[in-house]
Structure formats: C-alpha cells, structure tokens
C-alpha cells in the first residue's frame, strides 16, 4: 500500500532554516505530484507548495514563495521541502501529499498523506 512518511520537523528561531523530507513508496513515484500543505491549531490545513512528477514544475502558496523551495528526487522516491526565512506563523504541521493527477492546491484531491510533522518558529 501507499505510505508517506514526513520528517525533519522541530523547533526552530525565527529567521532560521528547516529541512522537511517526505518519504514515499508503494506508488508510481515519477508520476505523481506531490504537494506540502500545513495546519496551524484551530485552523484549515492548507496549501505549501507543490511539485510535478517529473520535477519540472514547481508551485507556491504567496505566503512562502521566495523563503521554501520543494524539490524532489524520483531515484530515492522523496520529496524536500526546504524552508528559510522562517516566521512564527509558519508554525504548523506539516503534511506531505501525493496525486497521480496534475497539481492543485486543494487538499481534497489528493488521494494519500502522511501523518504529518511538526514544525514550530519561535520569536
């Protein structure tokens, strides 16, 4: 079956940098778009960024665009999600998702996820 295992989370000062990884297996890695979304407590999950099965295109929610870059390699079926610049409200948990379809933002098209991981900025 599919599994999708996030990691690379935890505590970090704002202004400070954070790897995420999400590790896939059981489905057709090179064409699936993955995409990273977030929740905050008491709020929706919402969409990060995204990536295209190939790697070649990538999407951004405003809100992060300049500070995270996803990226992936398809040899080692994983997904990046590098953050910089972080900010308080970027605290949340962290999710990665897969599709076999085009990317979107929406998190109701994504077929699997993993159980998230947490990332928290302080200032």
């Known amino acids: 079956q599919v599994h999708l295992e996030e990691s690379g989370g935890g505590l970090v000062q704002a202004g400070g940098s954070l790897s995420l990884s999400c590790a896939a297996s059981?489905?057709?890695?090179?064409?699936?778009?993955v995409g990273w979304f977030r929740q905050a407590p008491g709020k929706e999950r919402d969409f990060v960024a995204a990536?295209?099965?190939?790697?070649?295109?990538?999407y951004y929610a405003d809100s992060v665009k300049g500070r995270f870059t996803i990226s992936r390699d398809n040899a080692k079926t994983t997904v990046y999600l590098q953050m910089n610049s972080l900010k308080p409200e970027d605290t949340a948990v962290y999710y990665c998702a897969a599709r076999s379809g085009l990317w979107s933002s929406s998190r109701n098209v994504y077929d699997f996820w993993g159980q998230g991981t947490q990332v928290t900025v302080s200032s």
């Open positions: 990536i295209s099965g190939t790697g070649g295109r990538t």
């Open positions: 059981g489905l057709t890695f090179s064409s699936s778009t």
